[in-house]
Each structure stands twice: as C-alpha cells, then as structure tokens.
C-alpha cells in the first residue's frame, strides 16, 4: 500500500488532470477505420467475438440506425418486454460496466478504490476521480438533457394513446444514456494512467493497450455484447470558464453532421435565441416565449444587459 506520494509524484497530478482533459473534450474527428479496430481489439481482450460495428456523426444517430427499425418491426406489439427482447437479441447485453472494470482498473490497484481510504487515495480520488466526474457533468450534462428522444421520428410510428407509455419508458432507457462509458471511462482511466505510469503498478499489458487505443481512437461508444456503437467526436466544443457548455452566437456543440446544441452557460437554448449574439437578444421575445423556464431565464439575462 502506498500511503505517501513524493513532491515529484505529487507535481504530476496537474499533469495528469490536462493530459485527460485534452482527451475528454477533444473535437479531433476520429479516424473510423482505427476506432474499428481498436474495438475489436478491446473485445478481443475480454473475451468477445467481434461485434457488427455500427458508426455515427452524433451520439443520438445510433437511435435512427439501431432503434427505430426495430420499432418499426414491432409496431403491432402492445408490449414493451417484447420490443425491450428484440432490442436485447440485436445489441446483445450492455457491457459498458464491464469494459471499464476489466480494461481501465485492475485488481493490483485496489488501494485506490479501497474502505476506509487513504490519504493517497482520498487525494487522488479528489483530484483527479472527482475532479472529472465534476467537468463532464459540468461540460455534457446540459447536452444529455437537450435529446429529446421523445420528439424524433420514431413518434410518427407511435402516435396512437396506448403505445405512449411503453415508448416514454423506452425514452427513459440507459441505452441513451450517453455518458455511462464515457464518463467511467475519463474517470478510471486516469486513475489507473496515474497508478500504472506515476507510481509503477502493474498492469495486464493487452488490457490496458487496448483501453489506451478506444481512448485515443473512438469518440463515445456504446458497447453491447453484439454491437458495438462508435459515435464521432463533436467538431465545436465551446465551454466557459466553468466548463459548462456556452456560445455566443453560435452553437456551442457542433457535430460532423451539422447537429448542434445552443447553450448560454449551461442553460440550453432553442436554435432561434442560440444563433443571435446576446447583445442583440430582445425584450420583445418575452412576450411570445411559452416555457415558463426559458422565460425566466430570459429576462434576468436581457435584465441584466
């Protein structure tokens, strides 16, 4: 057990913290066949066969291309279990939790994770566990809140009463959620880069290759036992100085396909105040604005212009 860090390693937790900062918010576009391989390279490793792999612009495509063929198929089906086995025996199991475990932690370097916890590893969880989980909730929370799964086109296939309530539970299913890999992901991961490259833990060398490559090549991905989804990095990335997603003027996430997300510090916003540059935004739009949130929101902004 280690229970004190030198100033030397002490000094290199900054260091680490921009390392994986630069990798979590990077807008670099992927190089699809590399993230391919580095996924087949990482079931390999675990013990899979390789997955039909499936690559997006944007985390919310992978519901057009996966999603709604299937809801297409069971259109007549007044169950959601049985929409919910269709979409099981396509993707397979959800093996997000698993990736992580096995590839980015490994049982040498349980003192991180430890009861009760050291000053070593309160120290590193402070700094560098806790301190991603806080800017990846700060940077991407408002970009998970603003898919409205709700309102794609799938509601054309549903638009009879009694179906409503097996797709709102389907809107509401962990398959969307996007974060879940990509969160564990940031957040171990320099965990065990600081442990394995700082302070020279052991480490199973293809496992840990093979979490490096999904790191460097892939944007987010959602893996599933059969399926693997690659979805690419976002081309505009806009942040304040709280690393909450804000533009003036123009989107602040941007995808290779032209989606976007307006946001003004964190609060998203529709793309007919996002694109104006807040110097210009007008006390007349108070009047016609019918969310009673976004009105708010408006007029202690304009206000405090």
């Known amino acids: 057990m280690i229970e ?18 630069k990798i979590a918010l990077s807008t670099e576009p992927i190089d699809r066949e590399k993230a391919a391989q580095s996924v087949r390279f990482a079931y390999a490793a675990l013990g899979y066969k390789e997955p039909q792999i499936i690559v997006c612009d944007r985390p919310c495509a992978a519901f057009d291309r996966i999603f ?36 980015a932690k490994r049982p040498s370097e349980m003192f991180l994770f430890r009861f009760p916890k050291t000053v070593v590893e309160q120290l590193l969880n402070h700094q560098l566990f806790n301190y991603f989980q806080a800017l990846l909730r700060s ?9 409205d799964y709700r309102s794609r086109p799938i509601t054309g296939i549903y638009t009879w009463h009694e179906r409503w309530r097996e797709f709102d539970r389907f809107a509401r299913h962990p398959y969307h959620d996007i974060n879940k890999y990509f969160f564990a992901s940031i957040c171990h991961g320099v965990l065990s880069d600081f ?26 991905i959602y893996p599933f036992k059969n399926t693997c989804i690659i979805c690419d990095r976002p081309r505009i990335l806009s942040l304040d100085n709280q690393h909450r997603l804000h533009a003036e003027g123009g ?29 210009e ?21 304009i206000g405090d212009k």
């Open 281 to 301: 935004w007008r006390s007349e739009w108070l009047l016609s604005e019918e969310n009673t949130e976004l009105k708010k929101f408006l007029i202690q902004t």
């Open 251 to 279: 989107p602040a996430i941007q995808f290779a396909d032209g989606y976007s997300t307006y946001s003004y510090h964190g609060v998203t916003l529709p793309e007919k105040y996002g694109k104006i540059h807040p110097n």
């Open 68 to 103: 709604i063929p299937i809801f297409q198929a069971c259109k007549q089906s007044p169950y959601w279990r049985e929409i919910k086995q269709e979409i099981t025996a396509v993707l397979g199991n959800d093996i997000a939790s698993e990736m992580v475990t096995n590839l």
């Open 139 to 147: 940077a991407f929370g408002s970009l998970e809140s603003s898919i």
């Open 195 to 220: 442990y394995i490259s700082v302070l020279n833990g052991d480490r199973d060398r293809v496992k840990w290759r093979s979490f490096q490559l999904l790191v460097a090549n892939c944007g987010w």
């Open 4 to 21: 004190k860090l030198t100033p030397q390693q002490t000094a290199l937790i900054p260091v680490y913290q921009e390392k994986w900062r």
